[in-house]
């Protein structure tokens, strides 16, 4: 008997352990069929919220092809512009922005545009095409009108290192303190121009040159209800632009005359000309050179003369931004020996397109500027090392009126000259409203 309880107890347990481990294995079977049930769920929402974004996607697009074939150009960027907001990457999306650009006239943003497209996942005959069409903007007809508009502050925007400077008198050097103007207020920044266009089909060949002439008025500066802090020029430029299919050519003379607290400060006589070529890569190269003439209204010593020159190369990656990088150098001679100076320079741009309708331009750069002669009085040498950078921030998603999108833009400007009450950091921010159609 005794055996035989203790023959049940040991059945006994093995049938609880037995119980026990179908409980554990099913227990475990259960947790395990929950998490693969629970995981193809997800991946099924997923796919289904991905399946449903996607079509929107589409249906968004498909309307922006809709408003484009019917000529409403304005609620097709306005479309194209959220869709990249969203996911910047798209470049058939891109592409047809560029397109809706160009059917409403819009030629600088549907080149910029054009430009990116190139570096896109794309084919070949269409990486051809778009190369037609950039030469097309180069060799548009018509009328455009760019404008910009920003509040800024005006004035006394530097912040000096010092206001002491040692004076040289006959061999002795007496310190001196620099009585410069402080004021300053807030105003509006702003340019604006209007261009006409014509063909000139007398110089033009049908396959490989068009020759379009051109004319152009144009203003910028400063604007302000206190007379001293205006500051306004306004010029005119003609020419000719001549396009061939892979590089355009520009020549032009130009004429402009400068308004300083109201009064005629300098007028401006002079001839731009100006080069890029571009390949299927995305790749360009681009280049400009200016001489004026300067006639200085206020102190005829300031007169003289000026020579600018810029080259540079720029391309487009991913689809959707650009980078390059410049020389530039400036040269200019008046009668005034500490007026007349060399400068040249490096800098690095670039175009981003960060999504959220958010479109960034950076831009850095470095220069020294060397003057002839240094004025006899300042004890020290006045040569400059400079450096700066500039960034703007466009949001395109968001239209105003007719066509208009808000901005920002920060410059900063750094000056190390050998006279330290000539050295100095300044800062100039703008915010306002630029055209986008």
């Known amino acids: 008997m005794a055996q035989l309880i203790e023959l049940i107890r040991e059945g006994s347990q093995s049938v609880r352990q037995l119980i026990r481990y179908r409980l554990e294995t099913a227990m475990k079977f259960f947790w395990f069929a929950a998490c693969t049930i629970a995981f193809f769920v997800a991946v099924a929402c997923e796919v289904d919220a991905s399946a449903t974004e996607q079509a929107a996607i589409e249906a968004q697009f ?5 408003a484009t074939r019917s000529g409403d150009y304005n609620t097709a960027i306005a479309i194209y512009q959220g869709i990249l907001a969203e996911d910047p990457n798209l470049t058939r999306v891109r592409l047809e922005l560029a397109l809706a650009y160009f059917l409403s006239e819009q030629w600088r943003r549907s080149r910029s545009e054009f430009f990116k497209v190139l570096s896109g996942d794309i084919p070949e005959p269409v990486r051809q095409r778009v190369l037609v ?76 040159r068009a020759v379009i002439g051109f004319g152009e008025v144009f203003s910028f500066g400063d604007l302000s209800d206190e007379k001293a802090f205006r500051d306004i020029t306004i010029g005119l430029r003609g020419g000719a632009r001549f396009v061939f299919p892979q590089t355009t050519l520009v020549v032009s003379p130009v004429i402009s005359t400068r308004y300083i607290a109201d009064e005629h400060f300098e007028d401006r006589l002079g001839l731009e000309a100006g080069f890029e070529t571009r390949n299927l890569n995305a790749f360009s190269l681009f280049g400009s050179i200016s001489g004026f003439k300067l006639e200085n209204k206020i102190d005829d010593t300031f007169s003289g003369s000026s020579l600018n020159a810029r080259f540079g190369a720029r391309r487009s990656f991913g689809g959707k931004s650009t980078i390059g990088t410049a020389v530039f150098a400036e040269s200019q001679s008046t009668d005034r020996d500490i007026d007349t100076y060399r400068l040249v320079g490096l800098e690095a741009f670039g175009s981003f397109d960060l999504g959220a309708g958010l479109v960034i331009e950076p831009q850095v750069y470095i220069a020294k500027k060397s003057f002839s002669e240094s004025n006899p009085l300042f004890v020290g040498d006045p040569d400059e090392n400079q450096y700066g950078a500039r960034i703007r921030i466009e949001k395109r998603d968001i239209i105003i009126g007719n066509g208009v999108i808000p901005f920002f833009e920060a410059n900063y400007k750094r000056v190390n000259s050998g006279i330290a009450a000539f050295s100095y950091d300044e800062t100039i921010v703008e915010i306002g409203l630029t055209n986008t159609f």
């Open 133 to 208: 069409f950039i030469a097309e903007i180069d060799a548009r007809r018509g009328f455009e009108l760019n404008f910009q508009f920003g509040l800024k502050r005006l004035g006394s925007t530097r912040n000096y290192d010092t206001d002491e400077i040692d004076l040289d008198f006959f061999g002795f050097t007496v310190p001196a303190t620099l009585n410069r103007p402080s004021d300053s207020t807030y105003g509006v920044g702003y340019s604006i121009s209007a261009l006409w266009r014509k063909g000139l089909n007398g110089y033009s060949t049908a396959d490989r």
């Open 62 to 66: 498909q309307a922006g092809l809709s």
